[in-house]
């Protein structure tokens, strides 16, 4: 995959319906703050990124806690998601890290991320080695795991994964700096016009 191929698909996480993108921007800034927040001494947990609202979470906190042997499987089903995503289907990626972050409240950022990420990446090893068998199949009238596929699948799903963290300051520098670029004209697009056939 070149690198324009990458950078099409960063963009293409915005061209989504716009409920889509609202959901998307709360996950991103919601995310953003929760893996920057792990450079600090004390480091948040993804519903301590929250307490600036002043909703009492605490309680809730304590909940996830309490049942973080099960909620800690949520990572799995998050790296699944991810794995799933795809440019027409980019719903899977915010649902994954929306899962990862209900295991970081659990279990913690590191444990939730790590778990997430070798989940994704043991799913993709699997359908490589799956793959392997039919590389030489001629695709005619069933279905098969071709190894380019999967290659070229598991790159887009991790990219489109890992951008979404990055879609809230990415439209607000968008937004910001929008007035003041310049863009080029767009090339005239030629239309075709049928000959007129003389008539008299």
Do not use: N
């Amino acid at each position: 995959m070149t690198r324009a191929e990458i950078v099409r698909l960063a963009r293409c996480v915005v061209r989504r319906p716009r409920w889509q993108l609202v959901v998307a921007v709360l996950v991103s800034a919601w995310t953003l703050a929760w893996v920057l927040g792990q450079l600090a001494a004390d480091p948040p947990s993804p519903l301590g990124v929250l307490a600036w609202t002043g909703i009492p979470l605490d309680a809730a906190s304590a909940w996830a806690q309490e049942r973080r042997d099960g909620l800690v499987w949520l990572a799995t089903l998050g790296g699944l998601s991810w794995a799933a995503t795809t440019e027409q289907g980019q719903l899977p990626a915010l649902a994954g890290w929306f899962a990862v972050l209900v295991a970081g409240e659990a279990a913690g950022y590191e444990h939730a991320v790590q778990r997430a990420m070798l989940s994704m990446v043991v799913f993709l090893v699997v359908l490589a080695v799956v793959s392997l068998t039919g590389r030489r199949a001629f695709v005619v009238d069933r279905v098969a795991v071709m190894p380019k596929d999967v290659v070229r699948a598991g790159i887009t799903a991790a990219v489109l994964t890992a951008v979404v963290p990055l879609i809230a300051p990415g439209l607000a520098l968008t937004r910001l700096v929008r007035p003041y670029v310049t863009k080029p004209p767009r090339p005239l697009r030629r239309v075709e016009t049928p000959l007129l056939r003389e008539t008299g």
